[in-house]
């Protein structure tokens, strides 16, 4: 059973950072492509930033020179380090891989 919880969520003010983490369970977790997505009320889900297995990344251009993903295959973690949050990264965080979705993790940002 394919497990990801993420956390590290919260309330920051703008121009403050914060680390998202995933932890995954019943993948072989570095065999895949591994994504950070975030919604908005009344928005879809819109891709963030995903990492392949050889470690190349792709980001959404809103959030470039800002947020950097990151994987730890020996921990099977996914890591997304958020800097000089805006108002704009405010919603609810989920970690994906394949069809799986965690719970999401809520960030807000206060400007």
């Known amino acids: 059973q394919v497990q990801l919880v993420e956390s590290g969520g919260g309330l920051v003010q703008a121009g403050g950072s914060l680390r998202l983490s995933c932890a995954a369970s019943?993948?072989?977790?570095?065999?895949?492509?591994m994504g950070w997505y975030r919604q908005v009320p009344g928005q879809q889900r819109e891709l963030v930033a995903n990492?392949?297995?050889?470690?190349?990344?792709r980001y959404a251009d809103s959030v470039k020179g800002r947020f950097t993903i990151a994987r730890d295959n020996a921990k099977n973690t996914l890591y997304l380090q958020m800097n000089s949050l805006k108002a704009e990264d405010t919603g609810i965080y989920y970690c994906?891989?394949?069809?799986?979705w965690g719970q999401g993790t809520q960030v807000t940002v206060s400007s």
């Open positions: 019943g993948i072989l977790f570095r065999a895949h492509v």
């Open positions: 994906h891989v394949f069809s799986y």
């Open positions: 990492v392949n297995p050889l470690g190349a990344t």
